[in-house]
């Protein structure tokens, strides 16, 4: 069976390869009775890079179902790509706050809090016998 030509356009603006996604179509669990114990229309798919797996059997049909679990698929692998963009950026701007210049008044208030922390341990030392 082909893919629908939007699905593969998502995947390929991705930078994923359909091929890379097995498929496999297994019956369904749960109510259905009779129907659901005789017919394969639950389709599960496992995108093995990643090890991303998708079951739908939400419809009746092998081929809705089919349809539906690609779509979920498309939609959890723009996921994965979305957070690791944000966690680039999130990346690159943590560096840049640790890495930029401090203000005049940071330097100010850095030195007045260590010669705050220097009196105070300078009450410290060796107690000296007299």
């Known amino acids: 069976m082909a893919l629908p030509t939007q699905i593969e356009q998502r995947f ?3 930078g994923f390869d359909p091929a890379e996604v097995e498929e496999r179509f297994v019956r369904g669990s749960g109510p259905g009775g009779q129907k659901i114990n005789k017919t394969s ?4 798919l496992r995108h093995r890079p990643t090890g991303i797996e998708v079951r739908c059997q939400r419809e009746r049909s092998q081929s809705a179902n089919r349809e539906l679990a690609w779509q979920e698929l498309s ?3 723009a996921e994965r ?7 680039a950026v999130s990346e690159r701007e943590a560096e840049r706050r640790r890495t930029r210049q401090k203000s005049r008044r940071q330097k100010v208030r850095m030195i007045e809090a260590k010669k705050h922390r220097a009196k105070h341990k300078a009450g410290r030392g060796r107690v000296r016998e007299e």
């Open 75 to 77: 939609e959890r692998l």
């Open 41 to 44: 229309s639950t389709v599960w």
């Open 12 to 14: 390929a603006a991705l």
């Open 81 to 87: 790509v979305r957070s690791a963009a944000s966690a």
